[in-house]
Nanobody, 121 residues
Framework: QVQLGESGGGLVQAGGSLRLSCAAS????????MGWYRQAREMQRELVAR???????NYGDFVKGRFTISRENAKNTVYLQMNSLKPEDTAVYYC???????????????WGQGTQVTVSS
C-alpha cells in the first residue's frame, strides 16, 4: 500500500557531507511525521531527526547542530542534510513516516529499506 524509497547514502570522509532523501508513495491520505532513525552495528536503533507536518523538528542529542531535516509536503518527501560527519555517524539510516491511509482509519508507521552511510577517518 505504501512505499518509502530512500536515496543518498554512501561513503564519505570525516568532515564531509551527505544528503539523504526519502519519498513516500501509495495510498496515502496524509503524513503527520516523517523522520530518520539510524542503527550502527550491534547498537540499538536511535532517533536522528523528525519533522511534523507543520514544520517543528526534533533531533537526537548527538546531532549537535550538524544535521538539518526538512520536508516537501506536496511531494511526501523528507530530506536529511548531514554536515561535519564523523566516523561514529556510520550506520544504516532508516526513513519512517507516520501516516493515514485512504479509506482507512488510524495512523500507521511505515519504514524505508535503509541506506548505508559510512564515514571514514
Amino acid at each position: 500500500q505504501v512505499q518509502l524509497g530512500e536515496s543518498g547514502g554512501g561513503l564519505v570522509q570525516a568532515g564531509g557531507s551527505l544528503r539523504l532523501s526519502c519519498a513516500a508513495s501509495g495510498s496515502i491520505s496524509s503524513i503527520n511525521v516523517m523522520g530518520w532513525y539510524r542503527q550502527a552495528r550491534e547498537m540499538q536503533r536511535e532517533l536522528v531527526a523528525r519533522i511534523v507536518s507543520g514544520g517543528s523538528t526534533n533531533y537526537g542529542d548527538f546531532v549537535k547542530g550538524r544535521f538539518t531535516i526538512s520536508r516537501e509536503n506536496a511531494k511526501n518527501t523528507v530530506y536529511l542534510q548531514m554536515n561535519s560527519l564523523k566516523p561514529e555517524d556510520t550506520a544504516v539510516y532508516y526513513c519512517y513516516a507516520d501516516l493515514s491511509l485512504l479509506r482507512q482509519s488510524g495512523t500507521y508507521r511505515y519504514w524505508g529499506q535503509g541506506t548505508q552511510v559510512t564515514v571514514s577517518s
